[in-house]
């Protein structure tokens, strides 16, 4: 008999369930006073597409779904934590006792904006964020004002994409008087210690205007072993950065 087929009928499970699946579906249903649509929330699959359809509507029943059962948690949370956007890295986890913040650092995948800490707050940030790995972050930003250029001691093994986001402001009065983060030094140490942390590196682009001392991009480049060459430099010349 060729294996029998079931398509839930949402609009988001366009996927087709094995003959297994739906029979384990039937099990319940006739073993329990629930009704299918109930039950079939039970197998994993099923609940799988559920949330994948409510992460596209809206984090906050993501949230409510992460309350029902230890099920439910393990299916929504990676999802509402595959992306670090907001609020920033360290906030999120401030709120998570320190003895559970290796569990969600294991489910994020993109660390959407992180500013780099100035000397005086990087012990506050270590505290929440020192000695956690994301083995699954493949793509970090990072925000860098003047005089920011400290990071806590977490890893990133997968890190494929950096984007580096330097603070600029414009003059638009017309002095002539427009404000850019980084100085120079800023950046020779940021050069310094992003390979050291984040060998895996593959891209670098640079996500708005900065002055780079001349040489440094080059010199920052050849110390990432898994460097894409041509795509960095291609993206490099396209931007808006100004070497001094």
């Not at 509507?57 to 595959?82: F, M, N, Q, Y």
């Not at 414009?170 to 983060?181: A, E, K, Q, S, T």
């Not at 205007?209 to 898994?226: H, S, W, Y």
Request: one cysteine or more; proline letters at 7%; glycine letters at 4%.
């Amino acid at each position: 008999m060729p294996n029998a087929t079931f398509c839930f009928p949402f609009p988001f499970a366009s996927q087709h369930f094995t003959h297994q699946e739906t029979g384990a579906l039937d099990c319940i249903v006739m073993t329990t006073g629930l009704s299918a649509s109930q039950r079939a929330l039970a197998i994993p699959r099923i609940l799988r597409n559920v949330m994948e359809y409510v992460r596209i509507d809206s984090t906050v029943d993501l949230c409510r779904c992460c309350s029902v059962r230890r099920a439910w948690w393990k299916e929504a949370a990676p999802l509402l934590w595959a992306q670090a956007v907001y609020p920033q890295l360290d906030r999120r986890f401030a709120c998570v006792a320190p003895e559970r913040r290796q569990i969600y650092a294991n489910f994020v995948q993109e660390i959407g904006q992180f500013y780099l800490s100035r000397a005086h707050d990087i012990e506050k940030m270590e505290a929440i964020l020192g000695g956690l790995v994301f083995p699954r972050v493949h793509t970090m930003r990072l925000l860098i004002n003047d005089d920011m250029h400290h990071l806590p001691s977490f890893t990133a093994p997968s890190l494929r994409i950096l984007n580096l986001d330097p603070y600029f402001s414009r003059d638009n009065l017309g002095f002539d008087m427009d404000v850019y983060g980084p100085s120079a030094t800023d950046w020779e140490i940021i050069f310094e210690w992003i390979p050291e942390r984040f060998p895996t590196i593959e891209i670098v682009r640079f996500l708005d205007q900065a002055r780079i001392p001349k040489g440094a991009v080059g010199r920052f480049f050849a110390r990432l072993p898994n460097l894409d060459w041509k795509a960095c430099w291609r993206s490099f010349r396209r931007s808006m950065v100004e070497e001094v």
